[in-house]
């Protein structure tokens, strides 16, 4: 009956629209990111971009946020729009402590498994900005919503791969002749895994959406 009343009801679209655009922010920061693991001279410069988008981040979360309190009529459960953004939002925070990681112990370069991890982070980024918009006629597109939480869950076991390749791999090397770079390495490796598990929250958000209102 409520979602009856709901669907006739005026809604504040709105908040589609900053969903997007948060979306887009993200993939910004995971292609910046997978830039800076190329190593080089770059990398400051992607530092700094990093840290530029998770202010932008920040700035359209503050709006959704706002946005929730001020509308009457929202186009899903206001627990639910929150815990989207939130959880879109932690994964673009990942990022930028994975650049604080990387600054403060100066990194130059990166292990090529530290890069594959960089590529399956775009692939998490794109999925998810694909689905976003989807959400705003969630029971047409239900079926392909799930289908990209199912692909975000199967790129996540893919970090999880990489991840425990990267740490055997920096324990031949450097476990017995260099702790210090093993603990870096394996610090950096374990940030690169938690922002492909943030955006395996976002695919658990949308899919709890899609749940509820279809």
């Not at 090529?112 to 689905?131: C, K, S, W, Y």
């Not at 991840?163 to 940030?191: C, V």
């Not at 938690?194 to 749940?211: C, L, M, P, Q, W």
């Given at each position: 009956m409520l979602g009856w009343f709901r669907a006739l009801m005026p809604r504040e679209d709105r908040f589609f629209d900053l969903f997007a655009a948060h979306s887009q922010v993200v993939v910004g920061g995971a292609e910046a990111l997978h830039k800076l693991l190329a190593g080089g001279e770059a990398v400051e410069r992607h530092c700094r971009e990093i840290v530029e988008l998770e202010h932008q981040a920040d700035a359209i979360t503050r709006d959704v946020l706002l946005a929730v309190r001020k509308s009457f009529i929202t186009p899903f459960d206001r627990g639910d729009i929150k815990d989207l953004i939130q959880s879109m939002d932690d994964a673009i925070d990942m990022m930028q402590?994975?650049?604080?990681?990387?600054?403060?112990?100066?990194?130059?370069?990166?292990?090529?498994?530290?890069?594959?991890?960089?590529?399956?982070?775009?692939?998490?980024?794109?999925?998810?900005?694909?689905?976003?918009?989807?959400?705003?006629?969630?029971?047409?597109?239900?079926?392909?919503?799930?289908?990209?939480?199912?692909?975000?869950?199967?790129?996540?076991?893919?970090?999880?791969?990489?991840?425990?390749?990267?740490?055997?791999?920096?324990?031949?090397?450097?476990?017995?002749?260099?702790?210090?770079?093993?603990?870096?390495?394996?610090?950096?490796?374990?940030?690169?895994?938690?922002?492909?598990?943030?955006?395996?929250?976002?695919?658990?958000?949308?899919?709890?959406?899609?749940?509820?209102?279809?």
């Open positions: 402590k994975t650049v604080k990681t990387i600054t403060l112990f100066e990194q130059k370069s990166f292990d090529p498994l530290m890069q594959e991890m960089g590529g399956v982070i775009v692939q998490a980024a794109h999925l998810v900005a694909e689905a976003i918009p989807l959400l705003d006629k969630v029971g047409t597109h239900a079926t392909r919503l799930g289908a990209l939480a199912e692909e975000v869950m199967r790129v996540e076991g893919r970090a999880d791969e990489l991840h425990d390749e990267g740490l055997k791999d920096l324990f031949r090397r450097h476990g017995q002749t260099n702790p210090m770079a093993y603990l870096i390495g394996s610090e950096i490796y374990g940030q690169l895994e938690k922002v492909v598990d943030r955006f395996e929250d976002v695919a658990n958000e949308i899919s709890g959406i899609v749940i509820e209102n279809v």
